[in-house]
């Protein structure tokens, strides 16, 4: 099993930044694929960013790309998103997710442990 604990949402103005971080636990996170998700009221989940535990590697919704950055520590075993410029079209639940996969995933049904979400609300 696998858990995740998002932290790191909040309140911010438009062109803020705010950094979230997920801590996971629970098993060995080589050949994973960690994502972050949002969900806005009456919306379905988005894809943001996804990492590959192992090498790396990142990948963006074009909605985000220049914009967010997601990054790992290996040692701490936590996820973040760095989100800069931010809008209030970025204002949802961001969602920490993750899957054994050699692809990167980018539907929420393709992964199968999530954290609880955090609220970012972003101000006009």
């Known amino acids: 099993q696998v858990q995740l604990v998002e932290s790191g949402g909040g309140l911010v103005q438009t062109g803020g930044s705010l950094r979230l971080s997920c801590a996971a636990s629970?098993?060995?996170?080589?050949?994973?694929?960690m994502a972050w998700f949002r969900q806005a009221p009456g919306k379905e989940r988005e894809y943001v960013a996804a990492?590959?535990?192992?090498?790396?590697?990142?990948y963006y919704a074009d909605s985000v790309k220049g914009r967010f950055t997601i990054s790992r520590d290996n040692a701490e075993n936590t996820v973040y998103l760095q989100m800069n410029s931010l809008k209030p079209e970025d204002t949802a639940v961001y969602y920490c997710?993750?899957?054994?996969?050699?692809?990167?995933?980018?539907?929420?049904?393709?992964?199968?442990?999530w954290g609880q979400g955090t609220q970012v609300t972003v101000s006009s």
């Open positions: 990492i590959n535990w192992t090498s790396g590697r990142t």
């Open positions: 997710a993750a899957v054994w996969s050699i692809g990167v995933p980018r539907y929420s049904h393709q992964y199968d442990y």
């Open positions: 629970g098993r060995t996170f080589s050949m994973y694929v």
